[in-house]
């Protein structure tokens, strides 16, 4: 594999501006100088010594950097340390997860009614990891099905937004579809329901169709979850008034990691550019490219950045559980109260970025793409148009991918804050548009070693992933020097929840 090519020697450290000399006016060109600065500094030298510690410490801990281990706490230890060094006002913020779940007892799924059944656990359905315990007889309420099932996958929206539970019955047990949005949204949404239990079915497409076991990231919810077959879902929806029981006897218990916060010592408070990326990796390995790559490349960003005189305060976020479901993001942001997520103009998000079959995606803020996912939030559109401009005056391809629920810009978009970000693939396979587009194989993984033990460095595309720090620099300090294109958010009383800003 060609290493990262050295662009050129350190920047000297950059004269401090004084803000109150910069009118408006002069805001964009002195961003734009600064970008420039900022592409320069972030060298593909310094990204490969980030990599490489983070693979020292793996090495040195079992060959993990997963959620409650030495090797994650390690991780923080040096990404904290390299920020406060720099100047950063750093804090942890505690993260709980699901250390071990343990079913203790076989599960129960029967109809009561009209006919009694009983269901086979694992080959009619299976009990979803980190399902809450629960011993519930009510009737199924089926919840925004598509019966017959779609011809093409990905089609239902079962679940996925709060207006699906309209009319649904509090005590009830929800009947949801597999489909375009991730479970744990339809169930947090059975939960805000009242439902007493959730039965998710496969959505019925060829390969579409048989139960499996997945971690829901949540034990929480406090109600028995199930993942059935379509052929069990479709069953259970037909006739309505189904009474089913639905039992599930399980323990969680609970482990504590950490996120590493930290804000740039100069810029507005009240409008935040926030930036993340995961810290974490699964269990299985030392995660290179999932996702030591985007934590590198925000790292260094910070680092070249720390004595810029922004506008916008600048908040880097390195992520925790991740791979549990989203955990660090998510109770990140539940934690924070209405006035402090205000405060959040936008949120740049960067999960692996340097994988070896790589393509150039850019998240589909305007939705151009008219796959999956909607647009995201009111400003998500001009943060797309950002990073395509940076590839476009550099003549590289690149893509859309969509926001299908996979990373840490969820949440966020979740409350309306507008999200952007890169991604080069994980598990798919590249298209053989793609790979004339950008090179490497078509029909092959964008990277193989995905979640596996051989993600490693020498699994990291050396050149994508020093493109994209780049593209990484370029949108941070963009937004850090002006966020005038990202229009103002309302909240539910309609009032603007941040104030205009550059």
């Known amino acids: 594999m060609r290493g990262i090519p050295r662009r050129g020697v350190a920047l000297a450290a950059a004269v401090i501006l004084p ?23 972030v060298n593909g030298k310094n990204l490969t010594e980030h990599l490489k510690r983070f693979q020292q410490i793996a090495d040195a801990h079992g060959g993990t950097r997963s959620r409650g281990t030495p090797g994650y706490d390690a991780s923080v230890d040096y990404v904290a340390g390299k920020l ?30 009209p006919e009694a059944t009983t269901y086979t656990n694992p080959a009619d359905y299976v009990t979803v990891v980190s399902s809450g315990s629960g011993d519930v007889t009510a009737q199924v309420q089926g919840v925004d099905l598509v019966i017959p099932p779609a011809p093409t996958p990905n089609t239902s929206t079962s679940g996925c937004q709060t207006a699906d539970f309209d009319g649904f019955v509090a005590g009830r047990i929800a009947l949801i579809q597999r489909g375009t949005c991730p479970f744990i949204d339809k169930a947090r949404n059975a939960k805000a329901a009242g439902a007493a239990g959730v039965i998710f079915f496969n959505e019925g497409q060829p390969g579409r169709t048989d139960p499996f076991a997945f971690d829901i990231g949540e034990w929480r919810l406090g109600f028995p979850v199930v993942f059935a077959s379509t052929a069990t879902g479709l069953d259970l929806a037909d006739p309505a ?17 950490r996120n590493v916060i930290a804000d740039s010592p100069r810029g507005r408070p009240d409008n935040v550019v926030m930036v993340g990326a995961h810290l974490d990796s699964v269990p299985e390995g030392p995660g290179l490219n999932d996702n030591a790559t985007g934590s590198a490349a925000i790292l260094e960003t910070a680092l070249k950045i720390a004595k810029f005189p922004v506008r916008n305060r ?12 989203l955990l660090g993001s ?27 079959n790589y393509a150039y995606k850019i998240y589909d803020g305007d939705d151009s793409d008219a796959t999956g996912s909607p647009a995201g939030p009111p400003g998500s559109a001009q943060i797309e148009k950002v990073f395509e401009k940076f590839y476009d005056q550099r003549s590289l391809g690149h893509v859309g991918t969509d926001f299908d629920g996979r990373s840490d810009y969820g949440p966020f978009i979740a409350i ?17 548009a793609e790979a004339q587009l950008f090179g490497g194989q078509a ?16 699994n990291v595309n050396t050149t994508a992933l ?36 550059r």
């Open 19 to 41: 803000l109150t000399l910069a009118t408006p006016a002069q805001a964009t060109p002195l961003g734009d100088l600064f970008v420039r600065k900022a592409v320069h500094a």
């Open 84 to 113: 406060r060094k720099a100047g950063y006002r750093v804090r942890t913020t505690a993260v709980e997860f699901p250390q071990n779940w343990t079913e203790l007892s076989p599960p129960v799924l029967s109809q009561t009614a």
């Open 241 to 257: 008034g189904t009474t089913v029981r639905l039992k599930v006897d399980a323990r969680t218990e609970v482990g504590t990691t």
């Open 314 to 325: 600048v908040r880097f976020a390195f992520w925790g559980a991740e791979e549990a479901g």
């Open 330 to 356: 998510t109770q990140y942001v539940e934690g924070l109260p209405t006035a402090e997520r205000n405060k959040i103009r936008l949120y740049l998000n960067f999960d692996m970025v340097g994988s070896p």
């Open 416 to 432: 309306g804050i507008p999200a952007g970000g890169l991604f080069t693939g994980a598990e798919g396979l590249k298209t053989p």
């Open 443 to 458: 029909g092959v993984a964008y990277d193989v070693c995905y979640h596996l033990a051989c993600d490693t460095l020498a």
């Open 466 to 501: 020093d493109v994209n720090a780049d593209a990484i620099a370029t949108a941070t300090v963009t937004f850090a020097f002006n966020t005038a294109q990202i229009p103002p958010r309302t909240t539910g009383s309609g009032r603007t929840a941040t104030t205009a800003a």
